[in-house]
């Protein structure tokens, strides 16, 4: 899709998923799931050490247990401009917010 990203952001907060280094998570992502998208390195996305991006996303949409990331996977759809539109579970799979998606668009 035009004018649409994802960005991912690793985190080894939720049963060690991602205990490697950045090159090694990165390679194991490109080589298992054949990703093309941008990874950032590894992050916080919960506690003491959150990266605020995470704070600031947290902050907008909650999730059904709360603000905390409760495991990989979660989802955040973003406007063009800053604006958090919708927060979606770990296990709901991309097809499923593709209108959401296309409509903001």
């Known amino acids: 899709m035009e004018d649409f990203e994802i960005l991912d952001f690793p985190c080894n907060q939720f049963g ?3 205990k490697g280094t950045n090159k090694e ?12 998208f941008k990874q950032f390195e590894k992050i916080n ?3 003491e050490d ?3 991006l995470y704070t600031y996303l947290k902050s ?6 709360g603000k905390d990331i409760k495991w990989n996977f979660t989802k955040f759809l973003v ?6 539109i919708d927060r979606f579970p770990p296990m709901m799979k991309p097809e499923k917010i ?3 998606i296309k409509d903001l668009l």
Not at 25 to 36: A, L, M, P, R, V
Not at 60 to 65: C, L, M, P, S, V
Not at 79 to 84: F, H, K, M, Q, S
Request: proline fraction near 3%; aromatic fraction near 6%; hydrophobic fraction near 25%.
């Open 50 to 52: 959150e990266e605020p």
């Open 25 to 36: 998570i990165k390679d194991f992502c490109i080589s298992k799931y054949g990703i093309t």
């Open 79 to 84: 406007d063009r401009n800053g604006n958090v």
């Open 60 to 65: 907008q949409k909650t999730g059904i247990a």
């Open 98 to 100: 593709e209108e959401k």
């Open 45 to 47: 996305v919960n506690g």
């Open 16 to 18: 060690s998923q991602a």
